[in-house]
């Protein structure tokens, strides 16, 4: 019976020591998210942990070019599919792949291939995550007991977010333009990979509620229209406007505001020194040297692979296996470097042609 006492009390014990160390770590985590610091070991893609200090993180210069390129592609109407697909087309490695290249451990459970792919989860996640904007966000989970793994996910509002932690990759003023563009209307027609240019943006002047573009055919033609739902629900006269109709209001609207832009020589002067195809130039020859730098390293790899073999290291299976593996790595980095070549010369022909500004400098005066 005094054994049994002795075993409780201990047990008893440990409870209590484990708990109270729980609770210390958990106040102290607590406290250097308040902070702004760092305690995650995973920081999202286009930034890394700073080697002087791990609780502050960097941009990754390699691929923060990458983050930017998807908040340009949202902008332009891609959808986070199309964007997907363009990265993957380009070769440009998923997250998961370039940590793995530098050799961070991740956990690869979720792979359903060889070589994980960039798809519209991954694209929806980076678009939504406010690190990006300088803002900090930690504490989204919650562990329910120390004696488990549980965790509980919760509300956004007691999420710790602190503004300012680190260096933006993209403008805060950008990052709530592409969030105001996500919570729109932004359905994507059926063979299309880009949203209709005024989807989201135009609403019923009755109503308020947002208009859809619907089809209408007269002697074998078709005709497109903005309609009101709720208008045409509740049996009152249909609110409608014509496609044409619509981009001709808009393209009046726009021409009155260019004529006021042609007039502000600073901001003309500061678009022809930044032009945005000499940026997309740039990051394209960043990606050029990127694959160039992973093909070699399957290259040096698979040479290397026969050498093992002779030596003993690797049998006959799996020298032919790992042979074919490189090989299928080595043409797919050479397929994505035409892909990225050729977006490259058609980069450079839209710089050649895009004179606009200097054009409106020249009607305008």
Same mark, same amino acid.
């Given at each position: 019976?005094?054994?049994? =006492? +002795?075993?409780?009390?201990?047990?008893?014990?440990? $409870? @209590?020591?484990?708990? $109270?160390?729980?609770?210390? +770590?958990?106040?102290q985590?607590a406290?250097?998210?308040?902070?702004g610091?760092?305690?995650s070991p995973?920081?999202p893609?286009?930034?890394?942990k700073?080697?002087k200090?791990?609780s502050?993180?960097?941009?990754?210069e390699t691929v923060a070019?990458?983050?930017?390129?998807i908040f340009v592609w949202k902008?332009?109407g891609? /959808?986070?599919k199309?964007i997907?697909?363009k990265l993957?087309?380009?070769?440009i490695?998923?997250?998961?792949?370039y940590?793995?290249?530098?050799?961070? #451990?991740v956990?690869?459970n979720?792979?359903?291939?060889?070589k994980? &792919?960039?798809?519209?989860r991954?694209?929806?996640? @980076?678009l #939504?995550?406010?690190?990006?904007?300088?803002?900090m966000?930690?504490?989204? &989970?919650?562990?329910?007991?120390?004696r488990s793994k549980e965790?509980l996910l919760?509300p956004?509002?007691?999420?710790?977010?602190?503004e300012g932690? #680190?260096?933006a990759? @993209?403008?805060?003023?950008?990052?709530?333009m592409?969030?105001e563009i996500m919570?729109?209307?932004?359905r994507i027609?059926?063979?299309?990979t880009q949203v209709?240019?005024? /989807?989201g943006?135009?609403?019923?002047?009755e109503?308020g509620r947002?208009?859809? =573009?619907?089809p /209408?055919?007269?002697n074998?033609?078709?005709?497109n229209?903005?309609?009101?739902k709720?208008?045409?629900?509740d049996?009152?006269k249909?609110?409608r406007?014509?496609e044409?109709?619509?981009y001709?209001?808009?393209l009046n609207?726009i021409?009155k505001?260019?004529? +006021?832009?042609?007039r502000?020589?600073?901001?003309?002067?500061?678009a022809? /020194?930044?032009p945005?195809?000499?940026r997309?130039v740039?990051?394209?020859d960043?990606q =050029?040297? &990127?694959?160039?730098e992973?093909?070699d390293r399957?290259?040096?790899i698979?040479s290397g692979?026969?050498e $093992?073999?002779?030596?003993g @290291?690797l049998?006959?299976?799996e020298?032919? $296996?790992?042979?074919?593996?490189?090989s299928?790595k080595?043409n797919?980095?050479r397929?994505?470097?035409?892909?990225?070549?050729?977006e490259?010369?058609r980069?450079i022909?839209n710089?050649?042609?895009?004179?606009w500004?200097?054009?409106l400098?020249?009607t305008?005066?």
């Amino acid at each position: 019976m005094l054994f049994v =006492l +002795i075993v409780l009390y201990v047990r008893y014990s440990n $409870d @209590i020591y484990c708990k $109270d160390i729980s609770k210390k +770590i958990t106040t102290q985590l607590a406290a250097m998210r308040r902070r702004g610091e760092c305690v995650s070991p995973c920081v999202p893609y286009g930034y890394k942990k700073n080697p002087k200090d791990h609780s502050k993180i960097i941009v990754d210069e390699t691929v923060a070019c990458n983050v930017k390129q998807i908040f340009v592609w949202k902008l332009e109407g891609y /959808s986070d599919k199309a964007i997907a697909d363009k990265l993957n087309k380009q070769g440009i490695l998923s997250p998961y792949e370039y940590q793995t290249s530098v050799g961070v #451990h991740v956990s690869g459970n979720f792979k359903k291939s060889d070589k994980a &792919q960039w798809g519209r989860r991954c694209v929806y996640n @980076i678009l #939504h995550n406010e690190w990006y904007r300088g803002t900090m966000v930690q504490g989204k &989970q919650k562990v329910l007991d120390y004696r488990s793994k549980e965790r509980l996910l919760l509300p956004k509002e007691k999420w710790t977010r602190v503004e300012g932690t #680190h260096e933006a990759i @993209i403008e805060p003023e950008l990052f709530d333009m592409v969030q105001e563009i996500m919570e729109k209307e932004t359905r994507i027609a059926g063979g299309k990979t880009q949203v209709e240019l005024l /989807s989201g943006f135009l609403f019923c002047g009755e109503c308020g509620r947002q208009l859809t =573009l619907q089809p /209408s055919y007269k002697n074998g033609k078709k005709y497109n229209y903005y309609t009101c739902k709720d208008c045409r629900d509740d049996g009152r006269k249909t609110k409608r406007m014509s496609e044409q109709k619509a981009y001709k209001a808009i393209l009046n609207a726009i021409c009155k505001m260019a004529e +006021i832009a042609v007039r502000m020589e600073t901001l003309i002067d500061e678009a022809d /020194s930044l032009p945005e195809q000499s940026r997309e130039v740039a990051r394209l020859d960043g990606q =050029l040297v &990127q694959l160039q730098e992973e093909m070699d390293r399957y290259v040096r790899i698979k040479s290397g692979l026969y050498e $093992d073999y002779k030596a003993g @290291i690797l049998s006959r299976e799996e020298y032919t $296996d790992y042979t074919q593996m490189y090989s299928t790595k080595i043409n797919s980095a050479r397929d994505a470097m035409r892909n990225v070549v050729e977006e490259r010369r058609r980069a450079i022909a839209n710089f050649e042609e895009a004179k606009w500004i200097r054009l409106l400098r020249s009607t305008g005066t």
